[in-house]
């Protein structure tokens, strides 16, 4: 192993390259990565953008799933798991709320955020009333499934 004195032996590709020339190259390459992160990062907004209007459009027409378009495919509408977050000011009303159903067991010094998202999912899931106080969001997104040949 070289020490921090010893030169690193130099890779067949970069051997017969000055170092000035590797700094160009090395700034060229970083210019490049730098715009193409910008133009994906443009790529997903509008990708983004294009996701929610589709979800939009297709819950104002109480649909989970688009039609099958021929040569294209179709899109399904994914709900995430929910999360759970107790308002600000609002963890006694919670506590005492989980108190009187008998779901003290999910609470410590306080009641951890994976523990409640899990019980609100299960509210959820057995249209269950949530406890006052608690409010979650659940990611939505699509899949697409295109059209097989």
């Known amino acids: 192993m070289p020490t921090a004195n010893e030169d690193l032996p130099a890779s067949p590709e970069t051997a017969n390259e000055t170092e000035k020339q590797l700094i160009q190259k090395y700034i060229a390459q970083k210019k490049v990565v730098?715009?193409?992160?910008?133009?994906?990062?443009?790529?997903?907004?509008?990708?983004?953008?294009?996701?929610?209007?589709?979800?939009?459009m297709l819950k104002d027409e109480d649909?989970?799933?688009s039609a099958k378009y021929?040569?294209?495919?179709h899109v399904t509408i994914i709900e995430g798991a929910?999360?759970?977050?107790?308002?600000?000011?609002?963890?006694?009303?919670?506590?005492k709320f989980l108190r009187e159903i008998g779901r003290e067991d999910m609470i410590k010094t306080s009641v951890a955020a994976a523990t409640l998202?899990?019980?609100?999912?299960?509210c959820l899931n057995e249209n269950k009333e949530l406890p006052p106080g608690?409010?979650?969001?659940?990611?939505?997104?699509?899949?697409?499934?295109?059209v097989k040949d």
């Open 134 to 146: 608690v409010s979650f969001y659940r990611p939505e997104w699509l899949n697409f499934y295109p």
């Open 63 to 65: 649909k989970r799933a």
């Open 34 to 56: 730098e715009l193409q992160t910008l133009e994906l990062k443009e790529a997903t907004k509008l990708r983004d953008d294009y996701e929610a209007k589709l979800i939009t």
């Open 70 to 73: 021929e040569g294209l495919g």
């Open 117 to 122: 998202s899990t019980y609100v999912r299960e």
């Open 82 to 95: 929910a999360h759970a977050s107790i308002e600000k000011g609002r963890a006694d009303e919670v506590q």
